[in-house]
């Protein structure tokens, strides 16, 4: 029997053509909606941040300390002064930071230091920024929630909102409520304000600023090399 044969049988017996229909319009329903479940959920698992957390730098666990990284009985401090909305300071962690971790903090001979100097020109994400850093160094998790902030940079105000700050906590696997309750709280207030004014004390007037045993350099790797050799060839090593 050809396709038009069955129409015209359907069409022979009243009613039965306007129930098919019916039922065939609530199928084609069902069928949307759920086509645009499966493009929604599509939508948000691609949207979606990493499920597991950041591993943490490859160092000894016992050289991960809050905003400390590295050998402590190391003969050489790097501290830097940062702001995670700064572009100059994005540019120098993902250009000058690596080579310093291979070179000198992975082989013990230097322990590197991230002090909090949010500017005024980036507030108020600047300073939330700041806050929240703290807040996941309470967990363990500074380094990787320092690469995730300096990752949002290119969100602007937008990406350092609280919603968005905790958001990065969950993509890491903090504890989100802890995490929540740490910047409601305020609870690292004191500790941005002492940073910036030890900044301002050792002569910081933008970011990057960088210090080697205590002495401001120029941020450039080389120059930075050459300060760190120096010292280690003076405690012979």
């Known amino acids: ?10 069409s022979n017996r ?4 306007k129930r098919k229909n019916s039922s065939m319009g609530l199928w084609l329903i069902g069928g949307a909606v759920v086509i645009l479940i499966l493009i929604v ?11 597991g957390p950041i591993t943490q730098p490859d ?25 995670f909305l700064c572009p100059h300071c994005r540019e120098w962690t993902e250009s000058v930071e690596p080579q310093l971790f291979t070179d000198y903090i992975k082989t013990g001979k230097v322990r590197f230091e991230y002090h909090t ?4 020109g980036f507030l108020p ?8 850093a703290n807040c996941a160094a309470d967990q363990g998790s500074f380094w990787p929630y320092h690469d995730r902030l300096f990752a949002a940079q290119s969100q602007g105000q937008a990406g350092f909102t609280i919603d968005k ?21 305020l609870k690292y207030r004191s500790a941005v304000d002492a940073a910036v004014q030890q900044g301002i004390a050792a002569g910081v007037q933008g970011t990057p600023s960088i210090f080697v045993n205590g002495q401001s350099v120029q941020s450039d790797y080389p120059t930075i090399k050459s300060e760190i050799d120096r010292l280690l060839a003076a405690a012979g090593q």
């Open 125 to 132: 994400g600047s300073d939330m920024a700041a806050l929240a």
């Open 59 to 83: 160092v000894p666990a016992a050289w991960i300390n809050g905003m400390s990284l590295g050998n402590p009985d190391a003969a050489v401090t790097v501290a830097a002064y940062e702001d």
């Open 165 to 185: 700050l905790s958001s990065y906590a969950g993509e890491l696997n903090l504890n989100e409520r802890d995490f929540t309750a740490c910047m409601s709280s």
């Open 1 to 10: 029997m050809t396709v038009s044969s069955r129409s015209k049988l359907k």
């Open 14 to 17: 009243p009613g039965e053509s």
């Open 41 to 51: 959920v599509a939508i948000n698992v691609n949207n979606s941040g990493p499920t």
């Open 117 to 120: 100097f949010p500017l005024s």
